[in-house]
């Protein structure tokens, strides 16, 4: 094991790393085994690390006597041990979704002409918890704290998608008559699931646009919804859409959903 490697600096003399090769590797090998649907042969294993099954299996062993992997007796498969249950547990306990997301969208407010915020759901539909102005960008319908309508907006259709329809029913009972509209149909509901994400123009403006996207946390149940309201033309050049939902993919990934 070589507890640290030396690289060439530009002035010609050596500099040390910072960075443990042995300790790479193994992240390697427990990030295979996170990815996969189940156990793993050594070969396996070796072949997508790229490296020879020697050297995964002396990595194989060391981690089970951490516990980071566990090998079936039977079989012989590897499989995440007890204590990586236990390190990914911990993690997921100090990751919020709507933090995580509203980082990426002041992130992406400060990139785009667009402003860009996060929505919860409460008992009165789709609630904005975070608003971004860009400096691009100064006109907008929503503020902080805005209850949105469930049909006339891209948020709302998003939460739509991906709730129970008790849930909604009871929002769509509590909102404002002048709210409502016509409720989606289920292929509309559908395209959204198969989009991942919804656009809507906005109903008080026909010159600008609303999208949005769900973010999902570790049991893969939707947590927030990020939105960007924009115009329309700008939208489309900047392409919005897409930057919007690679954030809310990667807001995802953070939130610890697979």
Partial sequence: MKPEKFVEAE???????TTIQSISIAARFLDILAKSEGAMALGELARRAGTGTSTAHRY???LVLEGLVAQDRTTGRYDLGPAALHIGIGALRRIEPVEVAARLMKSLAARIAASCGVAIWTER???IVRWYRSSDFMVSTVSLGDVLPLDNTATGLVFQAFLPA????????????????????????????????????????????GK????????????????????????????HRAALFEAARQASREAGCA
């Fill in 60 to 62: 194989m062993q060391s």
């Fill in 125 to 127: 539909g789709p609630t």
């Fill in 166 to 209: 008790e849930r909604i029913e009871a929002a769509r009972r509590m909102q404002p008559s002048s709210f409502r509209g016509k409720p989606p149909g289920a292929d509309v509901l559908e395209e959204v699931r198969r989009e991942g994400g919804a656009g809507l123009k906005e109903h008080l403006f026909s010159l600008l646009t």
């Fill in 212 to 239: 949005a996207a769900p973010v999902f946390d570790a049991q893969n149940e939707i947590a927030c919804v990020v939105t960007t309201v924009s115009f329309i033309e700008t939208a489309q050049v900047q392409d």
């Fill in 11 to 17: 002035n010609g003399r050596a500099k040390r790393s």
